[in-house]
């Protein structure tokens, strides 16, 4: 009995090792991030513990505007790029969101930009990836939650990049209505101490070390260990019982 409950739970095991491995996920925080002000167009804010991105006038202008740029250079095959989720933590916001605005992704051809990056220098915002609205009809202002971009567009453009120079930067803009005045969100960025950074997640199939972002495979391994904890534990359980009953017996 105790060879046919140990056997059981090593079959179990290797499953759950095999499913782990085809369904993994590596998420990690962006490698570089900025925003840039029209206002102060030669101040750089590379060093800032927020981003942000704002639009002025009714026509939402864009005045403030975030850069996030990812290394993908340990993706063994950009085809396998099954999902992805682009991930920025909410902390602040101005003007008036009681009604939906807009908020949008776009690709960012020039990877050259660094933390000295400034209005007058930065690169222009390129194909749109993906727009998202955001609203609060409570009190009219976000904060404490995720703006996130996902779609067949972000796994496209992260798939060329991959199979391109390795480098994935984007431009977070607002975009839409903005007739309530100045409007925008305000993020943590990867410099806040305790913070939560823009975070890419990225679900590839046949892989779950996809890239150095975690190239440990740490959060695929925990939720590995974890399964096999519970099944060894309830293998410990099932052996308890069956000396119980022997000894009762």
């Given at each position: 009995m105790r060879r046919l409950i140990f056997a059981s739970l090593l079959v179990i095991v290797l499953s759950v090792l095999s499913?782990?491995?085809?369904?993994?996920?590596?998420?990690?925080p962006a490698d570089l991030d900025t925003w840039v002000n029209v206002n102060s167009p030669t101040t750089a804010y590379g060093t800032d513990v927020h981003l942000w991105t704002r639009g002025d006038t009714n026509v939402c202008n864009t005045s403030w505007r975030t850069y996030?740029?990812?290394d993908l250079s340990d993706i063994a095959n950009p085809g396998d790029i099954a999902n992805a989720q682009l991930k920025l933590w909410v902390n602040g916001s101005t003007g008036d969101w009681t009604s939906t605005r807009?908020?949008?992704?776009?690709?960012?051809?020039?990877?050259?930009w660094t933390n000295a990056?400034?209005?007058?220098?930065?690169?222009?915002?390129?194909?749109?990836?993906q727009t998202v609205g955001k609203s609060d009809p409570l009190d009219g202002a976000i904060s404490n939650e995720y703006?996130?971009?996902?779609?067949?567009?972000?796994?496209?453009?992260?798939q060329a990049q991959a199979a391109g120079d390795d480098v994935a930067s984007f431009a977070v803009v607002m975009t839409g209505d903005c007739t309530a005045g100045t409007v925008g969100l305000r993020f943590d960025s990867i410099d806040k101490a305790g913070?939560?950074?823009?975070?890419?997640?990225?679900?590839?199939?046949?892989?779950?070390t996809l890239r150095a972002m975690d190239s440990d495979g740490t959060s695929a391994r925990v939720w590995i260990?974890?399964?096999?904890?519970?099944?060894?534990?309830a293998g410990v359980i099932a052996l308890s019982v069956i000396r119980r009953r022997r000894t009762a017996n």
């Open positions: 499913v782990s491995a085809a369904y993994g996920v590596a998420s990690g996030l740029k990812w807009t908020v949008s992704l776009f690709q960012v051809t020039d990877d050259s990056t400034t209005w007058s220098t930065s690169p222009p915002p390129g194909t749109l990836i703006l996130t971009f996902s779609g067949a567009n972000l796994v496209s453009y992260l913070g939560i950074p823009p975070t890419l997640e990225i679900t590839n199939p046949n892989s779950v260990l974890a399964g096999v904890a519970l099944l060894l534990g």
